[in-house]
Structures are given as structure tokens and as C-alpha cells.
């Protein structure tokens, strides 16, 4: 089992930056790939950046592609997305999330643990 705890969610204008972090307990953090995802209301869940346990593969949703930035610090269990020039379309509960894989996917089914969750809210 692992346990996953967002933070760093907010509110902020557009064009801003949020960083939001994932800690991670219980089994070995550096054996999973993990990955973010967001929920805006009356949408479903959808893929924002994902790494895997080496860091050897990142992958990004086109959306966010050269605003968001997703790392790892294996020695610290946490994963991070540095959100940068935020626009109100980025407004969403963010959701992080582990696999036991070597590789990353998009779809959130294929996704074996999940963190409660973290508010953005962008205003323009």
C-alpha cells in the first residue's frame, strides 16, 4: 500500500505560478512511477504529466506541455508539478498518483493508488 498527501493547491491570477507537492508512506517510493491528474466540475478526470521511478521517461498532457513541470526527489518521497503562467482553464482539483510500473500511461484506470486531492483555482 501507499498513502499519497497533495499540497501546495491554491488560488492565484492568471499567469501565476503554484508548485504542488505529493508525499508519499508506506512501501518503497522509488519503485513506483507517478504521475498528476486534474478534475475540473463537470469533467472527468484527465492526464496531466506523469514520470517514471528512474526519471528516465516524463510525459505531458499538450495542454501543459512548457508551463508544467513534474519531479521526484526519491530520498525525500515526493513528487512535485511546478505550475507556471496558469490560466483559468488549469482550474481543477489536481490528483496525484503511483503505479508500480516502469512505464507511465495516460489513463487514470491504469493508475494503482491516488491522493485525496488539491484545489487550484485560477482567476483571470
Known amino acids: 500500500q501507499v498513502q499519497l498527501v497533495e499540497s501546495g493547491g491554491g488560488s492565484v491570477q492568471a499567469g501565476g505560478s503554484l508548485r504542488l507537492s505529493c508525499a508519499a508512506s508506506?512501501?518503497?517510493?522509488?519503485?513506483?512511477?507517478m504521475g498528476w491528474f486534474r478534475q475540473a466540475p463537470g469533467k472527468e478526470r484527465e492526464f496531466v504529466a506523469a514520470?517514471?521511478?528512474?526519471?528516465?521517461?516524463?510525459d505531458y498532457a499538450d495542454s501543459v506541455k512548457g508551463r508544467f513541470t513534474i519531479s521526484r526527489d526519491n530520498a525525500k518521497s515526493t513528487v512535485y508539478l511546478q505550475m507556471n503562467n496558469l490560466e483559468s482553464e488549469d482550474t481543477a482539483v489536481y490528483y496525484c498518483a503511483a503505479a508500480d510500473r516502469t512505464y507511465i500511461m495516460r489513463e487514470s484506470l491504469r493508475w494503482d493508488y491516488w491522493g485525496q486531492g488539491t484545489q487550484v483555482t485560477v482567476s483571470s
Open positions: 508506506g512501501r518503497t517510493f522509488s519503485s513506483y512511477a
Open positions: 514520470i517514471t521511478r528512474s526519471e528516465y521517461n516524463i
